[in-house]
């Protein structure tokens, strides 16, 4: 199945279908046809943790035929805080275990398959092929690597979503064909320099909305309705209960993976993938998000000596039209990482761009590339923001 949806198969609702599925088959969007589709479809899921459980529960309610769960661990007490799939009476159990049980008892009918063995570079065909989609709810770069190269291989699309305190971020790629996790984040950053949740933490009720999002999403894809969702990066603000879209695009030069050698050279460099992977843990690899400041803000922090070494990542002729009197270093977001034995190893980076988008992609570059993510902010409506506060801060062309 790919994401244009073609009909579904001769076989009819299963007799108990009509009432379970009710309020499907009211939505014209979804309907009959709908739900035979998501009846026919098969769904890896990949990590039963805080944003698997989730995923896994909406997927089995809906009435997806087959999911498939891949996980390793155990289900530890720190674990019950944000995965609620689990109890207490679970602790110490295979997370895969009680999974499938949870499921099944929720609808008898779907095909649950559990997996209790890490996805690696040496199983990752073998698990995932077959499947009409893949749901990467992990902690770990390294397998988004290998994930984003399996899944261009097999030409099946994939939910990515990654969680940092109060924030998480969701993306649907389409290696094989559209842009995939290799052009967001063209090289994995340095091992060890990406903070996980056992290190700062993670609101529990945050992988809950997150994972809630990916699994409508994949029903969206399942469905046929998710062309809006491509190339696109959503990152979600619990906190402050924002939403925020990033586009991004399939890097032309980027050759198609023709085996799974580059995920492997990801997975052997980091040293978490060598011994067993706890989520959220000591060894876990969660995504940071992005430090965010709006111009009134941040000429609030300059006037009380914030001095922050200011990057403007637009354009050279929209530079050349008009520029911050405090520009340190201007360089197009596309060339950023070229530049980056340029920035200061020490002090916050301001990182601006006309409006805010262009930015926060070089921002997430550089955080990639190695560098702290707390040094950097990205700078909420650009420089037209700025301009519009502080216009004798601004040199015209």
């Known amino acids: 199945m790919k994401l244009n949806t073609t009909e579904p198969g001769g076989g009819a609702l ?97 095909r649950v398959v559990g997996v209790t063995s890490r996805l690696t570079p040496d199983n990752a065909l073998e698990i995932l092929q077959g499947h009409d989609l893949i749901v990467d709810a992990t902690d770990s770069i390294p397998a988004r690597y290998l994930l984003d190269d399996a899944c261009a291989l097999l030409n099946v699309p994939w939910i990515h979503a990654s969680l940092h305190r109060f924030e998480g971020r969701i993306a649907l790629f389409e290696p094989a064909t ?97 011994g067993r992977h706890v989520e959220g843990g000591p060894t876990s690899r969660g995504g940071p998000m992005i430090q965010s400041i709006d111009a009134a803000s941040m000429l609030a922090r300059m006037h009380d000596g914030w001095a922050p070494f200011v990057l403007d990542v637009r354009s050279g002729a929209e530079h050349d039209q008009l520029a911050a009197m405090s520009c340190n270093l201007h360089v197009p ?37 190695g560098v702290p993510a707390e040094r950097l902010w990205n700078l909420d409506g650009g420089i037209e923001a700025w301009s519009a506060l502080a216009p004798e801060m601004m040199v015209q062309g």
């Open 333 to 369: 977001h596309t060339a950023v990482l070229g530049a980056i034995d340029e920035l200061p190893t020490e002090g916050d980076i301001l990182v601006h761009c006309k409006l805010g988008g262009r930015s926060m992609m070089a921002v997430m570059a550089l955080i990639h590339a």
């Open 14 to 110: 299963r007799p108990l279908d009509h009432e379970r599925h009710a309020r499907h088959l009211l939505l014209p969007e979804v309907g009959e046809r709908g739900q035979r589709l998501l009846l026919e479809a098969s769904v890896a899921v990949v990590g039963a943790g805080g944003l698997g459980t989730p995923v896994l529960l909406y997927l089995a309610a809906a009435g997806v035929g087959q999911i498939t769960v891949v996980d390793d661990d155990v289900v530890e007490l720190s674990n019950l805080q944000r995965q609620v799939l689990f109890r207490t009476t679970d602790v110490g159990r295979s997370k895969v275990e009680v999974a499938c049980e949870a499921l099944r008892a929720l609808d008898p009918e779907v």
């Open 178 to 274: 559209g842009a995939g996790y290799r052009d967001l984040h063209p090289e994995p950053p340095p091992a060890g320099s990406i903070q996980g949740c056992g290190e700062v933490g993670v609101l529990g009720a945050v992988p809950g909305v997150v994972g809630s999002m990916q699994a409508a999403l994949a029903l969206d894809v399942l469905l046929g309705r998710a062309d809006e969702a491509k190339g696109r990066l959503t990152l979600v603000d619990v906190h402050r209960l924002e939403t925020r879209h990033l586009r991004f695009a399939r890097d032309p030069h980027r050759l198609p993976p023709s085996d799974l050698s580059a995920a492997r050279a990801v997975w052997e460099a980091d040293p978490a993938c060598a």
